[in-house]
């Protein structure tokens, strides 16, 4: 059986991954299914937001398939490290969380292998990894209703920005008398000559 | 002067921008200038990898135009909400940061009024705004070497996943005994009857 993905088969998800991600990775694939098998549970015309529970992989499925990116805000992050993802009623909060359920892997040897990292990447077999993948579907995962905390719909919003004392760049007012960069969070090695 | 961003002409950005981002918002058309800048300071056939300094739409910018995504890892964000991003050698941490240069905002009224707020949004002029944003391309702009510390250089590593005795789902082992969903973090409402 053919699956469809969104408006898409699976090898133009395919195309779409390899273009937007790099490379056809295994969790981006399960992510199609599973953004897939969440919009097929939402009402249609809805506003809607998605929240990933991870970084990895997951954040790129539901931009190449939905309207919600990271800088538009209509998807967050969370950073539980959990393969799962909710898309919900954008003021309300109700919908639905779609989870890698790993009670039904049993039948999907090389998909457990790659998830719990069971076999070291270079004896995991890709090639049948994409076809478990494919073949498999949304089959190996799950979903459940789910009610967003309002306080996790509140609108991100900037605030007014002020120029910061030190590195005289803008920042949020809200975040104190100094940048959040200057109050010690820099990623940047600070030059002598600076 | 027709300003081109990466191999596009700014029409065609737009083009990308409304797609990917949901609308021609101001800031992805700036952020489309500053990764811009950034690539042509960088050196050729190098594999970098970006930092945005903010959520707000500048990560959409980086994803439209390099091979960076949130989902593979390549481009991270800081919560610093400074209008700020920064490109460099993924392993070596060289490279430029590109930072709205307010200072450089004198010329560009209708620019400075969204970007400082000044103006309530409905009184925003968005034809100049954008008409001023295409004009200034990245002359608004400065740019900086920069060196990212080595503890930002690290690889993000899941680990080993385990799963949580309470929720029954897949997390990474080094969180803990249970999963930091169920830490208390969830950002859920309990349903009585789970």
Known sequence: MT???GAYSFDEYL??????????????LIGGFMVDL?????????????????NHCLPDAVQILTPCTIGNGWLKI????KFALSLYEKYKGNGVRVYLDTAKLKHWDEIRNWFFKLKPKKEQDTRLLQEQIQTAGAEI????????LPL???KDSLG???????????YPA?????????????????????
Chains 1, 2 share one sequence.
């Open 78 to 81: 969370m950073p539980f490290r």
């Open 160 to 170: 007014k920005r002020t120029i910061c004392p030190i590195c005289q760049e803008a």
């Open 141 to 148: 995962c799950s979903l459940k209703k789910i009610q967003i």
């Open 3 to 5: 699956q469809k993905i």
């Open 15 to 28: 195309e779409l991954v390899r273009s937007f991600h790099g490379y056809a990775s295994p969790g981006v």
């Open 38 to 54: 969440a919009l097929r549970n939402l009402p249609r015309d809805i506003l809607f937001d998605a929240l990933c529970e991870t």
């Open 152 to 154: 996790h719909l509140k």
């Open 174 to 194: 809200s975040h104190g008398r100094i940048c959040r960069a200057c109050q010690g969070d820099t990623p940047y090695r600070k030059f002598n000559r600076e």
